[in-house]
């Protein structure tokens, strides 16, 4: 029952995120005081998604660290620089807009990705060696490319961020490793496949109440308002089509590929709009802020376009094959 549950869920999840968005932004007088409970929910979903990886996988990633090297570059070099430049054509002389766009692209890859990354079967431990990678080094990246591109220095909580990290990425996914390590892999087939509905159910009560949280930040909409999502909104997008295609340049492979495609085109949005609130005007929050309206829609979407891809694929070497 609970597979079944599970793949009619995964046919449904380019809808549960966009809906989950509208219930928190309309509901959200009476969801943001949950808000404290995202954390405990992203690490059930992350110890659910490792039980399926052990440490054999972790180490086979750490020797071989190519993809680990690609997927920096396109966080933290492609894709900042291809914001700034799209800033400066559509907003041109704005530069709390722009510094907003730019900071959207610098903070380190969204720790969701590995959700994304565990129900589309990726690269488990990639995704999970790129989160660590890219967030230990975030307080290091996103001042000094701010400054590199902006001329602005800023300071950061990184010890909050790493602590975050530690509790909703790292231990549960130690834990969920070990077990696999342990049972030699029985642990997946016992459990795993019996938390992978709730998984997804609890995915969209993240992006509630993630809505939630931004809610206040989008009661006035004006044309500045739709330049700027339509902007963030392609933006993220593309985020999602250079890295599927770098991977496929690099012939990656399907589970490659998929753990590239989710980390080049996710980000720490929460952190991010952090960030902006605490040392920035508020015309910079607002491309951030933006940004977590539509990042799990278009990771929803993107997973279903890898999905239909690679069966297609499938099916087409099997008719060869016949």
Request: proline share 5%; hydrophobic share 55%.
């Amino acid at each position: 029952m609970l597979q079944k549950i599970n793949k009619q869920l995964e046919r449904i999840m380019p809808l549960i995120t966009p809906v989950s968005v509208l219930t928190g932004v309309i509901f959200s007088i009476y969801l943001k005081d949950f808000s404290y409970l995202i954390p405990w929910i992203f690490a059930f979903m992350t110890f659910a998604g490792s039980l399926s990886s052990n440490f054999h996988s972790l180490k086979e990633v750490i020797i071989h660290p190519f993809p680990i090297f690609i997927a920096m570059l396109i966080l933290h070099i492609l894709m900042p620089i291809w914001a700034w430049s799209v800033g400066h054509v559509v907003f041109s002389g704005d530069i709390y807009t722009i510094t907003g766009l730019i900071l959207g692209m610098v903070i380190p890859t969204g720790v969701t990705s590995f959700i994304w990354v565990a129900i589309y079967k990726g690269n488990i431990p990639l995704v999970l060696s790129i989160i660590l990678i890219d967030t230990l080094l975030s307080p290091i990246i996103v001042p000094y490319s701010l400054s590199l591109f902006m001329g602005e220095t800023i300071e950061m909580d990184y010890i909050s961020i790493m602590k975050g990290l530690l509790g909703m990425v790292v231990i549960p996914s130690l834990i969920g490793m070990y077990l696999n390590q342990v049972t030699k892999g029985k642990i997946k087939d016992q459990l795993g496949t019996r938390l992978a509905p709730f998984s997804k159910i609890c995915l969209g009560f993240v992006v509630m109440l993630n809505g939630a949280v931004v809610a206040p930040y989008l009661k006035n909409i004006n044309l500045k308002l739709v330049s700027i999502t339509l902007t963030v909104f392609l933006i993220a997008l593309t985020g999602y089509l250079f890295s599927f295609l770098i991977g496929k340049f690099f012939k990656g492979g399907r589970a490659n590929i998929i753990s590239l495609t989710f980390t080049g085109g996710m980000r720490n949005i929460s952190a991010g709009a952090v960030i902006a609130v605490a040392y920035f005007p508020a015309a910079v929050a607002v491309p951030v802020v933006v940004g977590m309206l539509f990042q799990q829609v278009l990771a929803s979407l993107n997973g279903h376009f890898l999905n239909r891809y690679y069966n297609r694929k499938i099916k087409n070497q099997d008719s060869v094959a016949l």
